[in-house]
């Protein structure tokens, strides 16, 4: 799996893991605990869903250029999300993390 840093504007927001095929995407973050200051970006992803996970997350939806089009703050386990109008990648970070108090609808946000 491929790692990388999560920025908006310099500032550093988390840690993340990129799931980029089919099967890295499937399983998500299903028995995975997420550490505070990592996360997990889908991609290519509009909709997600919390069946078979335990604990609740904070999900950022992504267009294409890496703006946020949608926030979706401590989505409970065993739930499924609406797809995203205009998303290409999802974001998903520890719920309640300071990290998404610092993001803002129509931000953009770098990948290194």
């Given at each position: ?13 988390a840690?993340?893991v ?5 099967l ?7 028995g995975?605990p997420?550490a505070?200051g ?14 078979f ?19 979706e703050?401590?989505?409970p ?6 797809a995203?109008?205009?998303?290409f990648y ?11 108090k610092k993001?803002?609808i129509?931000?953009i946000?770098?990948?290194?």
């Amino acid at each position: 799996m491929k790692t990388a840093a999560v920025y908006k504007q310099q500032q550093h927001i988390a840690d993340i893991v990129v799931a980029g095929s089919f099967l890295l995407r499937l399983r998500g973050l299903i028995g995975r605990p997420l550490a505070a200051g990592q996360g997990l970006l889908l991609k290519p992803c509009r909709q997600i869903h919390t069946f078979f996970m335990s604990y609740a997350i904070d999900a950022v939806y992504l267009d294409r250029s890496l703006r946020i089009v949608d926030i979706e703050a401590e989505l409970p386990a065993r739930r499924i999300c609406k797809a995203r109008r205009g998303a290409f990648y999802v974001l998903e970070l520890s719920a309640g993390e300071q990290a998404l108090k610092k993001l803002r609808i129509g931000d953009i946000l770098s990948i290194e």
